[in-house]
């Protein structure tokens, strides 16, 4: 199959979260199955051209948009398999790939210009991500000459669909009339791609069933509802090839199951980089991530100063709404030697706190798949977690999976539930039950690789490629 990626994110080009780890080893997975895979791209001023070999230009294209055209240039390279094209345009790349007021009409004209691409060459499968991909999902619905191209949509977060005024579809040629759901003058980019797409999909099963409900629903949940026949949950995996303790060239030593010496040399050697006492004994919680609501960042706060009384130290890295950054740089100023905050983003260290961390923290309040609990059972880090979305798909406790478990879960929203999964954590850990090696075995062994979840996406394109045929 021809299959045609858009994405606002992929990674290693620029990253914010995980859509771009998706959008950036998923058509490589693809593409080892055997299919034609393009991914388009905005070209972000921060990508490093020189790094990534991109050419300096590639062809142009002159771009309907309003009353005027755009000029865009669409450099590409191949990366495993995979062609990965840049749009390059002054009014689309900037140095962040979020967070401007004109965001709407960026994406839009985004949408308008992979769309101008493809003409010459119909896919047999559009596959737009998340609000910034979504105005494609509509706009191929109705270009003559992708009469033959089915379209997806995949949901990686319905907190954000995108809510503009209704002007940018008038930019890009689309009609104005309106989804029941948007108010008068406004455009919803995700309920247009989810009303429009042949399928539409999310990254994890049990996210595919919540978003159904009003509490998930993002107010989407009624729309979402009458395309419950063509929705599907299919799990994120992650590029395990990357994320391998055996040889990630960003850790101090390597190590597998069946020999873990190495992870206590990761662990003293994280302790030592964050200013932590270098303590065989103390177990090391790891955070990675938005310091975000989203992310449960309420009761991370709540339940830290506990954890540390408990004995526990604290590895944090992230960003976030600066209320909560305030409120944790006060809290690592007080525990020195038990609390260390890097807020910012750095991959490498990213990967020296999966791989030196006993636990990995991921209370969210909703998380469409969540990565980071993938990644840290990859690096034998126990994840601790909030049995919601994907992460109720990949965790599984070990108090009620006896020998089986791979982590830690707990239900309510609450700070004392959380606080009660750390406690039984701890308990393990400290306890001799089960030999912690062997649990870090198993949760190493577990396979969260694309291999499945490629396929199950193979089996979603045919499906839409049937309902466009029948259409
Ligand atoms: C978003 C979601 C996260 C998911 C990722 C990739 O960032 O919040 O749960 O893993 O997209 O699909």
Not at 150 to 164: E, K, P, S, V, W
Not at 328 to 341: D, F, N, S, T, V
Request: a neutral charge; glycine letters at 10%; charged letters at 25%.
């Amino acid at each position: 199959m021809r299959i045609t990626f858009a994405a606002a994110e992929v990674a290693p080009y620029a990253k914010v979260g995980g859509l771009a780890d998706v959008a950036g080893s998923l058509p490589q997975a693809l593409a080892a199955l055997g299919h034609d895979v393009r991914v388009y791209v905005p070209y972000h001023r921060t990508i490093d051209e020189a790094k990534f070999g991109i050419p300096a230009s590639g062809r142009t294209r002159s771009v309907p948009y309003g009353a005027a055209h755009a000029r865009i240039e669409y450099p590409e390279i191949t990366r495993d398999g995979a062609r990965v094209v840049f749009v390059r345009s002054f009014r689309i790349g900037r140095d962040k790939v979020y967070g401007y007021p004109d965001d709407a009409k960026r994406y839009a004209l985004f949408c308008r210009a992979v769309l101008a691409d493809l003409a010459d060459g119909p896919p047999d499968v559009v596959h737009a991500h998340d609000w910034h991909a979504a105005l494609l999902v509509p706009l191929a619905a109705k270009a003559r000459e992708l009469r033959g191209s089915a379209t997806a949509f995949t949901i990686h977060n319905l907190a954000y669909q995108g809510r503009t005024s209704a002007d940018v579809l008038r930019l890009v040629g689309l009609a104005r009339s309106r989804l029941a759901i948007e108010g008068r003058d406004e455009a919803n980019p995700m309920a247009r791609a989810i009303a429009a797409a042949d399928v539409v999909s999310t990254v994890s099963e049990r996210y595919a069933e919540e978003i159904l409900t009003p509490e998930f629903g993002e107010g989407l949940d009624g729309l979402l509802r009458e395309r419950r026949d063509d929705l599907w949950g299919i799990t994120n995996g992650i590029d395990t090839n990357f994320f391998d303790p055996a040889r990630d060239p960003h850790i101090g030593a390597h190590y597998t199951a069946d020999d873990q010496k190495g992870k206590a040399a990761c662990k003293a050697a994280l302790q030592k980089e964050t200013g932590l006492s270098v303590d065989p004994a103390a177990p090391v919680f790891g955070v990675i991530g938005r310091l975000v609501e989203q992310k449960g960042v309420d009761l991370l706060t709540a339940v830290a100063p506990w954890l540390l009384e408990k004995g526990g130290q604290l590895v944090v890295l992230g960003t976030g709404e600066p209320a909560y950054e305030a409120k944790w740089r006060e809290l690592a100023a007080k525990a020195k030697g038990k609390a260390a905050l890097t807020l910012g983003f750095d991959a490498a260290l990213a990967q020296r706190i999966y791989a030196g961390s006993d636990f990995f923290l991921m209370p969210s309040r909703f998380e469409p798949c969540g990565l980071g609990q993938l990644i840290s059972l990859r690096y034998g880090t126990i994840p601790i977690v909030r049995a919601v979305g994907g992460l109720a798909d990949t965790v599984h406790d070990l108090d009620a999976h006896a020998g089986k478990g791979n982590g830690f879960s707990f239900g309510k929203y609450e700070a004392a539930a959380f606080a009660d999964a750390i406690q039984r954590a701890l308990h393990r850990y400290r306890a001799d039950g089960e030999p912690w090696s062997a649990l870090r075995a198993r949760a190493m062994r577990e396979d969260h690789s694309w291999t499945a979840s490629a396929k199950r996406y193979v089996e979603m394109y045919a499906a839409a490629s049937k309902a466009r045929r029948a259409a």
